[in-house]
């Protein structure tokens, strides 16, 4: 049974900074791609960022681009979403999730089969 346990959400003002962590159990974690994606009230699920097995290979989004990192630990299982600069709009429900198959990377939520149960980020002006 895979796994995802997010953690790190909460509530940060205007400019500042949080790390999401996400640790995986249940399946061989250095073989597959993660990924990180939020949700607003009303919106769709969107990509934010993904890694690559080795973390050889990243995306982040346009709209995140510049502030937010997305490294892993394999020896910990672990992959982490780093935010700084924090804006409102960066407001909503992060998940985690790990790819289908253990290649590539993936930018779409069908590409994705294990989620995490979602932390909440709040960015207050």
């Known amino acids: 049974q895979v796994q995802l346990v997010e953690s790190g959400g909460g509530l940060v003002q205007v400019g500042g900074s949080l790390r999401l962590s996400c640790a995986a159990s249940g399946r061989t974690f250095n073989n597959y791609a993660m990924g990180w994606f939020r949700q607003a009230p009303g919106k769709e699920r969107d990509i934010v960022a993904a890694i690559n097995w080795n973390g050889g290979s990243t995306y982040v989004a346009d709209s995140v681009k510049g502030r937010f990192t997305i490294p892993r630990d394999n020896a910990k299982n672990t992959v982490y979403l780093q935010m700084n600069s924090l804006k409102p709009e960066d407001t909503a429900v992060y998940y985690c999730?790990?790819?289908?198959?253990?290649?590539?990377?993936?930018?779409?939520?069908?590409?994705?089969?294990?989620w995490g149960q979602g932390t909440q980020v709040t960015v207050s002006s």
């Open positions: 999730a790990t790819r289908r198959v253990p290649y590539g990377l993936g930018f779409l939520p069908y590409e994705y089969d294990y």
